[in-house]
């Protein structure tokens, strides 16, 4: 019900983030091109700075200006500044553009970079990042701020009735008076079944039932009615559904029919037919598919900065122990596709078939095998495990879509056999390089379904930033060979 305002409310926003974003840059431009008339003052007398005058008019800068309103409205969408508008709260305002502060600077650098923006100078780079910051935070601030307050005092409300007395209603009625920000006024509450004998409901009056639901509207003149019935008594409601229509007032009939504990429901349409769709994994299409650019580019710009290396490690492991560079296994990708995972092999050749005998050794107490020196291992293998350089030629892997940078890691194919249920459900993301269980100990968590809570704790709250906080904590555990055997 809320749908509609919502999308008005976010292209308006969007715009007038462009329009603050493209006000910056001006300031930013005239601040940069005054800075040398601050020497002046001479406020650092043994400091001796030197920043080159800026040269010709801000029309000029005319498509960085454009480049950088986009890149940050990309960024601010994609950090869900314009998902949920109504709830957010100034604290939570100002971490999401920080946080796309940061994006939005690596993205417009890379832009300078590659369109060779030269006459961008740092300077005038860092005051544009600076400013715009703060203004969207100040904007956002106070618009916000208006908007509740508004809400708040009575204006500019949604009235609607609600058809239904059941537990849903009720929870229902107590979200909006929590939510008086929403703009959501409850006319009164219409009986479906005409056997609610009470006269009011949470202290919203019933006003009549079912049968009498086109008087209802035009003596409250409703411009909405919520049809909050169970699954039930869903055929009932279509007459009143009908004299919606024909009265030209909105229906929303709400489909919260399942007690869901993890999916996430979303309304879809396949050629004008309907659809529920009920899904746990995440499914915002834009992070997603900036997901796939970042492992694209990185993956690709690891393959060929990394191949001399590469190269190097494939002949040390052929010269120091029998059997080939690579070690190849099936592994299970994105809900249970089958692909080849590459690895340099870090056991001698018969490792596979000596496994069976090291069976009561094994650490972990669930279907994968992990044991402390593992003596199929080789000498060079326990260095290349210890620093993950064993898995650096699954960036090819990445590359090629078979998996991420970051995400539960692939599960072998027997392994998955013997998964529990909920278990399986780690398998609706694509597999990755690194994750949480990665960052979080590796080895030193011997506890299986402690491994896939943090799996299932990744698709839960996935989000680029997430991402981005795991590969940066990557970095040590590599670097200090953390939790590796």
């Known amino acids: 019900m809320l749908k509609e305002r919502e999308k008005f409310l976010r292209e308006a926003t969007i715009i007038l983030d462009a329009i603050v974003v493209i006000i910056a840059f001006g300031i930013s431009f005239f601040f940069r091109k005054s800075f040398h008339y601050f020497y002046k003052f001479d406020l650092l007398p043994s400091v001796e700075v030197v920043a080159k005058k800026v040269t010709g008019s801000l029309s000029e800068y005319t498509l960085v200006i454009l480049t950088g309103a986009l890149v940050w409205c990309i960024m601010l969408y994609l950090s869900g500044m314009y998902k949920s508008m109504r709830t957010k709260s100034v604290l939570e305002i100002t971490s999401i553009v920080i946080r796309s502060a940061f994006f939005a600077a690596v993205a417009f650098s890379a832009v300078v970079f590659f369109m060779k923006f030269k006459f961008v100078s740092r300077f005038l780079f860092v005051f544009f990042m600076l400013i715009s910051s703060a203004l969207l935070i100040l904007e956002k601030t106070i618009l916000y701020s208006i908007i509740h307050h508004l809400r708040k005092k009575g204006y500019n409300y949604r009235r609607f009735l609600i058809v239904g007395t059941g537990r849903r209603t009720i ?10 920000e929403w703009g959501l006024y409850i006319l009164g509450i219409v009986d479906d079944a005409g056997s609610y004998t009470k006269k009011e409901l949470e202290g919203i009056e019933v006003v009549g039932n079912l049968g009498e639901i086109a008087n209802i509207i035009g003596r409250l003149s409703a411009d909405e009615v919520v049809f909050m019935v169970p699954r039930s008594r869903l055929n009932y409601i279509e007459k009143a559904v009908y004299e919606c229509e024909t009265l030209g007032v909105k229906a929303t009939v709400a489909l919260d029919l399942f007690d869901l504990k993890i999916a996430r429901a979303r309304q879809t349409e396949l050629d004008n037919i309907p659809f529920i769709t009920f899904e746990t994994a995440p499914s915002h299409q834009w992070q997603l598919f900036m997901k796939r650019l970042i492992d694209l580019f990185i ?11 590469l190269l190097a490690v494939a002949l040390l492991i052929r010269l120091t122990s029998k ?20 690895k340099f092999r870090t056991m001698q050749a018969d490792a596979q078939r000596r496994r069976a005998k090291l069976e009561s050794l094994n650490m972990m107490n669930g279907p994968v095998f992990k044991m402390k ?3 199929r291992i080789t000498g060079l293998g326990k260095f290349l495990r210890k620093f993950s350089i064993d898995e650096l030629p699954q960036l090819l892997n ?36 690194t994750c949480l269980w ?25 989000s680029l930033w997430l991402d981005f906080k795991i590969l940066m904590q990557t970095i040590p555990v590599v670097i200090f060979g953390i939790g590796a055997h």
């Open 171 to 180: 929870k229902f009625i107590r979200r909006i008076k929590a939510h008086k």
């Open 373 to 375: 020196d593992d003596p």
């Open 323 to 342: 059997g080939p560079a690579l070690f190849l296994q099936k592994r299970i990708g994105l809900n249970g596709r089958k692909f080849v995972l590459f």
């Open 299 to 309: 993956s690709g710009l690891g393959i060929i900065l990394l191949s001399i290396p």
């Open 438 to 462: 990665q960052v979080s100990g590796r080895n030193k968590i011997a506890d299986f379904s402690e491994w896939m809570k943090l799996d299932l704790q990744y698709v839960d709250s996935w």
């Open 398 to 433: 990445v590359f090629r879509g078979e998996m991420s940078l970051v995400g539960p890691r692939p599960a072998v194919y027997k392994e998955v056999l013997q998964y529990e249920h909920w278990q399986r459900r780690r398998l609706s993301m694509r597999p990755g390089i």
